[in-house]
Every structure is written in C-alpha cells, then in structure tokens.
C-alpha cells in the first residue's frame, strides 16, 4: 500500500504531532487501527501512526489540486507529487 491521503491527527515514537487541519499525508502500511506513513510537508518525521478514523482519501478535487505541486528537501530538485488516483 503507497499513496497519498488526509489527515489530521498523527503520532510519532516522539510524541503527537497532529496539525490543526487536514493536511496530505504519504501512507506506505497500515495496522489494524492506524495507517503508517509521514506528512508530506514538515520536518521528515518517519513511520507516524495516522488514525484511520481520523484518516480519509482524497477527494478528486483535492487530487487535481495536488497534482499541480511539487516537493523540495533541502538542496534537492523539486519533485511533482504524482497522485494519479483515490
């Protein structure tokens, strides 16, 4: 399972880093209760438990939305995020 997805609540072996609002997500494994995975955009947290009830996929609108963005770390080339579908 890889692909990209909303949410708001997540947790990391570090503590609770949820945001305010839905934000995207990268989900590559899931749980029987949470997704696993990381923000897209943030500080490179690894491996953070996204809630499945609080967890939802994009909506076509979102997705044509994101399609349009590209992602940077650090020094590296932008990268186009690519989200093809739900």
């Known amino acids: 399972m890889?692909?990209?997805m909303m949410a708001t609540k997540a947790i990391h072996?570090?503590?609770?880093?949820?945001r305010d609002e839905e934000d995207l997500c990268?989900?590559?494994?899931?749980?029987a209760e949470?997704?696993?995975?990381?923000?897209?955009t943030g500080f490179g947290f690894i491996n953070v438990k996204?809630?499945?009830e609080?967890?939802?996929?994009?909506t076509?609108?979102?997705i044509?939305?994101?399609?349009?963005l590209y992602v940077q770390i650090g020094s590296q080339p932008a990268r186009k995020l690519n989200i093809t579908s739900k």
């Open 13 to 18: 072996q570090l503590g609770n880093i949820s």
């Open 64 to 68: 044509e939305k994101y399609n349009k």
């Open 34 to 40: 949470n997704y696993i995975g990381n923000w897209v």
């Open 60 to 62: 076509n609108k979102e």
């Open 2 to 4: 890889k692909k990209y």
């Open 54 to 58: 609080t967890t939802r996929e994009l």
């Open 50 to 52: 996204f809630p499945k």
């Open 26 to 31: 990268f989900i590559h494994g899931e749980e």
